[in-house]
């Protein structure tokens, strides 16, 4: 622990998590699902580079005897209209959301970063013609880019990752663009330039790192909204088509068996409704901790 | 004469994440009608705590007074729950504060805050229970009303409006006919001050409660604005409890001082014999730290150290580690606030 | 003191456009005249303070002479160099010339250490290696009466005094020859502003500074300075040595605010005795001729005419009034 100005200790990022599982408990639950998605993503992506199956069934092997069967010991999740292990499909359309999500809210956050602080910081034409172009970018929605995209280079995972990184960037930069607003007037900044430093060498030593944890809360609960999102153009059948597996495009499949075999779509459903909770609550357990200080 | 405020045996503490702060440690205090009482020190001192729990305005998550009494006209104002302590707030017991922008409502012009203020004292006198948000500070969160002034139409009642005017200059603001127009944005530092002040008296409170009134405002205006209040003091029979940092403003205005230190009175005297005859280390101290000379001449002696930590206070005299006077007792027991001669009094060692 | 100047400002303006209404097309301009035309100087090793409350243009005239902010009129000449033109290496220029600012809370960046924001200067202007900056950095911070192990701490760890102690570490660490001192102690206790101003007198006999001293605080300015410039709306008032300012003041601004400057003795009530009226004028649309007319007990008809002139009115007095002029 580190000694403080008033010679008492400063808490240590570990003790902090820990103060945010005491005053959020639900974060714990949010955390911890959290990482499975996480790791199951980068297993079954890994083993699969390898040749190795994870799952307990092959996903796109159809075996028509087992059709429609309800969860049971042997298919825990049941099997679809094909005689697919379900189980074995949601494992296998994990690294979907996982790539997707993370990739869109990485570039996301750089780029909205990027022109946001150099927009906030410059100000003047520089900010007014960057902050027109992000409402115009903004005002797009991401379903009517989305189909575009499909349309012109044809439906799949990397394509919707496209669509949606090209729309998911403008509230990161409205964001930087605030903070460094903020940022700007500090002392620190002033001092910044008496030490030689020029518009870009500031804005990456000093704005960016004080305005980055701002952003990365913020990108915790947006993760969940990314997914929400993705499987929606995935049950529109923009993505990942049949027979690979993907959470959304399942349950558009099999929304006519809602009532014959309604754990076919109700499961990929809750599936996706728990990975977005558990991104949710973690957001709000690290906003609630951090806001305390 | 008897004690406008009698404070006696005071305590106040908050609890932090990081403990528990104790911000006021058995304070006593008297201060008598028609009397200027400055309360000093630096920041952390409790100078400001003290002043805002005289009307009840700590924030009441994480204050509590954990004993003492604050006696007004011989009431106890700590007993007293929140809605009747607001009976006292803005009226009998007048505040103002550091930011005068933040006390003053932004939507309604100034001529009209004046002269819902001078409504309520009427209302008042004629024995309604009355208050309104108006006269409050912005650290309150509750709104309970007990009893609802009504709504002012753009226009102030002719009769309101020579007494507003009589106020504004009171408060020396020149074209007061204009500024009766004006929003509180419109005006400057020192005239919004001027309008809290003119806002305060109209009340004809007994008692003034001023926590750094003119630490915002410029030096000329500042001595305007000092120098208005002591005017008034007089002309209206008010007595002002003035919180402030600033030694050389104390040493102006005020009658009797209050030097305070980690949350303790370390002394208490007429405003002539603290600054001739300072008998706590502090003070001296203090007055050592205050330029009023020439570098060839003059040489400023700081205060070695830092103020202790509120949480974690040291045994015996809080001021012990840094004072240059220090003896062994000083260490291990807490002083008490001790008579002397002179109508003053004490917290240390050195004359007990 | 050596007669080498090191600062010395000709007639420096410093207007900042306002647009006259909604129309951004529109061609009527109006100015903030911010800074009027002031020619102050400052020779080595000397304290010049500049004195006055707010929007007066201290602050603006510290800005502009640092290039902050480029200046609308005049010279600048700085060691020598004519620097007005905006076109100068600024890294030649903040090796010699440094600022420490009013506000300690803002002016550390809180998520580098200590050691970094020292030395931060170093590397930004000065092409030396690793350990060359971590022993400037070591010595900065014996200068200013912190141990070495502060290189390592965040901002947070340090209380306010502490953080200003860092901030003069870092102006000094170049080893300039002047420094801009922004308010320095505004924001400090007294107990620690005795403290930082004791630290500077002893830092400025040590390395030969200068100090541009920018103030509202009048016993600040007596204590610490060699010589004072007083401004009001942009101009330079009254500019002379610190104690003839002090005890003789001539401008009748000059006498309201020092006059109005609290004096810690209760036998003095100088406080009391202060007659000024009126308010800091617009700087946008100032009074015509002397700014300060609408509000000096003396103003005679002439004084709304035309603004006067810094005079020198006796040996090193300077002195911007009609009267005072007319009287000398």
């Avoid at chain 1, 309800?70 to 690294?95: E, K, N, Q, T, Y």
């Avoid at chain 2, 203020?117 to 509750?142: C, N, P, W």
């Avoid at chain 2, 003059?298 to 004072?323: H, Q, S, V, W, Y």
């Avoid at chain 3, 010279?75 to 890294?91: E, H, L």
């Amino acid at each position: 622990m580190k000694q403080n100005a008033q010679g008492t200790s400063d808490p240590t990022p570990f003790d902090r998590v820990l103060t945010m599982f005491k005053k959020t408990p639900e974060s714990i639950v949010g955390f911890f699902v959290v990482v499975l998605f996480i790791l199951t993503g980068i297993i079954v992506t890994i083993f699969d580079l390898l040749g190795i199956r994870v799952t307990p069934y092959n996903p796109i092997q159809q075996n028509v005897g087992v059709a429609l069967s309800g969860p049971s010991w042997d298919h825990l999740f049941g099997c679809d209209f094909l005689g697919r292990d379900v189980f074995s499909r949601v494992i296998a359309s994990v690294p979907n959301d996982v790539a997707v999500s993370f990739s869109v809210v990485f570039v996301a956050i750089i780029v909205g970063a990027l022109l946001g602080s150099l927009a906030g910081f410059k100000g003047g034409l520089l900010d007014e013609l960057l902050m027109r172009f992000t409402d115009v970018i903004f005002s797009l929605p991401v379903l009517v880019i989305a189909m575009v995209i499909a349309v012109a280079l044809g439906p799949g995972l990397t394509h919707m990752m496209i669509a949606m990184i090209v729309i998911w960037w403008p509230p990161y930069a409205r964001m930087a663009r605030g903070e460094s607003l903020r940022v700007a007037h500090q002392n620190f900044i002033e001092a910044a330039k008496f030490a030689g430093q020029r518009t870009l060498g500031i804005l990456f030593k000093h704005v960016l790192p004080n305005i980055s944890i701002t952003m990365l809360v913020y990108a915790t609960l947006d993760v969940g909204t990314v997914i929400l999102v993705y499987a929606g153009l995935s049950y529109l059948g923009l993505s990942v088509r049949p027979p690979l597996p993907d959470l959304g495009e399942m349950i558009s499949n099999s929304q006519d068996y809602l009532i014959t075999a309604p754990w076919l779509p109700i499961i990929p459903g809750i599936v996706i409704a728990v990975i977005v909770i558990g991104f949710s609550v973690l957001g709000d357990g690290i906003r609630d901790a951090l806001e305390a200080r | 004469m008897e004690d406008l405020l009698s404070i006696e045996g005071f305590s106040v503490k908050y609890t932090t994440s990081s403990g528990t702060v104790t911000a006021l440690d058995n304070v006593s205090l008297d201060l008598h009608p028609n009397e200027l009482l400055a309360i000093v020190g630096e920041s952390g001192c409790g100078k400001s705590t003290l002043g805002l729990s005289i009307i009840g305005l700590l924030p009441r998550s994480t204050a509590t007074v954990s004993s003492g009494s604050v006696l007004y006209k011989s009431k106890d104002l700590v007993k007293l729950d929140s809605n009747k302590i607001r009976e006292y707030r803005g009226t009998e017991i007048a505040m103002i504060f550091q930011e005068p922008l933040t006390s003053l409502s932004p939507v309604y012009k100034v001529g009209e805050q004046i002269a819902e203020a001078i409504m309520i004292r009427e209302l008042r006198k004629k024995g309604h229970k009355v208050h309104s948000d108006l006269m409050q500070h912005t650290y309150t969160k509750q709104t309970q009303k007990i009893s609802r002034l009504p709504r002012l139409s753009r226009k102030i009642p002719t009769d309101l409006k020579n007494e507003v005017i009589d106020y504004l200059k009171l408060v020396r603001i020149a074209d007061a006919e204009q500024v009766l127009d004006r929003y509180p944005f419109e005006l400057s530092g020192g005239m919004t001050q001027r309008v809290m002040i003119a806002m305060a008296l109209s009340q004809e409170p007994a008692l003034l409660i001023a926590d750094e009134p003119t630490t915002a405002l410029d030096v000329t205006t500042q001595a305007q604005v000092l120098k208005l209040m002591k005017e008034l003091m007089h002309k209206v029979e008010t007595s002002i409890l003035l919180v402030t940092h600033d030694l050389a403003v104390a040493s102006q205005v005020a009658d009797r001082v209050i030097v305070m230190y980690a949350g303790e009175i370390a002394e208490n005297a007429d405003v002539y014999s603290l600054f001739s005859k300072p008998l706590h280390p502090y003070t001296s101290g203090l007055l050592a730290c205050v330029p009023t000379g020439y570098k060839d001449t003059e040489e400023l002696t700081p205060i070695a150290g830092t103020i202790p930590d509120l949480r974690n206070p040291p045994t015996g005299c809080k001021f012990a580690p840094r004072c240059p006077r220090a003896m062994d007792v000083c260490t291990t027991t807490r002083p008490h606030l001790t008579s002397q001669e002179d109508n003053r009094s004490v917290s240390c060692f050195l004359y007990e | 003191m050596s007669s080498e100047t090191i600062l010395s400002t000709e007639n420096v303006t410093k207007y900042f456009p306002v647009r006259k209404g909604l129309n951004p097309f529109s061609k009527e301009k109006r100015f903030i005249r911010a800074v009027d035309g002031v020619s102050i100087t400052i020779r080595k090793g000397m304290t010049v303070a500049v004195v006055g409350e707010s929007g007066c243009g201290k602050t603006t005239l510290a800005r502009t002479v640092a290039l902050m902010t480029p200046p609308t009129g005049g010279k600048i000449v700085f060691s020598g160099r004519d620097i007005s033109s905006g076109r100068i290496d600024r890294t030649e220029l903040y090796k010699e010339m440094q600022m420490v600012f009013q506000d300690p809370e803002s002016s550390l960046d809180p998520r580098m250490k200590v050691g970094q924001s020292i030395a931060e200067p170093l590397r930004g202007l000065m092409s030396w290696k690793k350990d060359e900056i971590d022993e400037a950095v070591k010595r900065s911070l014996k200068a200013v009466g912190l141990s070495e192990d502060y290189a390592q701490r965040l901002p947070r760890q340090l209380s306010g005094g502490q953080k200003q102690r860092v901030a003069i570490a870092r102006a000094i660490s170049t080893q300039p020859s002047l420094v801009i001192l922004d308010e320095p102690t505004s924001a400090l206790d007294a107990s620690v502003q005795a403290q930082i101003l004791k630290l500077l007198l002893d830092l400025q006999k040590e390395f030969k500074l200068s100090y541009m001293l920018i103030t509202h605080n009048i016993a600040v300015a007596q204590y610490m300075s060699d010589y004072i410039a007083v401004m009001y709306a942009g101009n330079v008032v009254e500019y002379g040595p610190t104690k003839t300012v002090i005890t003789k003041p001539r401008h009748p601004y000059t006498i309201a605010l020092i006059s109005s400057a609290p004096i810690p003795d209760p036998t003095k009530k100088n406080l009391l005795q202060v007659e000024i009226k009126g308010e800091v004028p617009s700087a946008i649309t100032p009074p015509p001729g002397c700014r300060f007319n609408p509000r000096c007990p003396y103003a005679e008809s002439f004084c709304s005419e035309q603004n006067p002139a810094l005079e020198e009115i006796s040996p090193q007095r300077f002195v911007a009034c009609h009267f005072v002029q007319k009287t000398a």
